[in-house]
């Protein structure tokens, strides 16, 4: 009798966290070299905020990852996609209220770019 396969492979999951966790540092760079140390840690915050998130999400998702209950599964997803949206919105909040040179537009430069690193990684990843 075989073994049942899970319904999940967390590894293009994985990747893409790897890919958002070194696209940091970059950033935070060309940040600081076109607009200063401020617009540098506004950018950092905007991608941090994804990063968190997604490792929330992942966490989250992954949880049942070797489960073949679907249930469970979307089940997870659902749960860590709202955790997710709603970590979002406090991080940005929270970031907003306390950094008081927070330049509002590399603050979601960094967020939006974090976004596309994690798109790119997840299209990189299924075409391999």
Avoid: C
């Amino acid at each position: 009798m075989s073994k049942p396969q899970p319904l999940l492979n967390v590894k293009p999951a994985l990747q893409q966290l790897t890919w958002q966790l070194f696209f940091l540092l970059p950033l935070a760079v060309v940040a600081g070299l076109l607009a200063g140390v401020d617009a540098a840690l506004s950018a950092l915050a905007g991608a941090v905020i994804v990063l968190i998130g997604q490792i929330y999400f992942v966490s989250r998702a992954f949880r049942h990852a070797g489960a073949t209950s679907a249930r469970h599964i979307v089940r997870e997803f659902f749960r860590g996609e709202a955790g997710k949206f709603l970590l979002t919105v406090l991080l940005f909040a929270a970031a907003l209220i306390s950094f008081d040179q927070i330049r509002a537009g590399w603050l979601l430069t960094g967020f939006i770019l974090q976004q596309l690193v994690g798109s790119a990684a997840l299209i990189r990843t299924k075409s391999n």
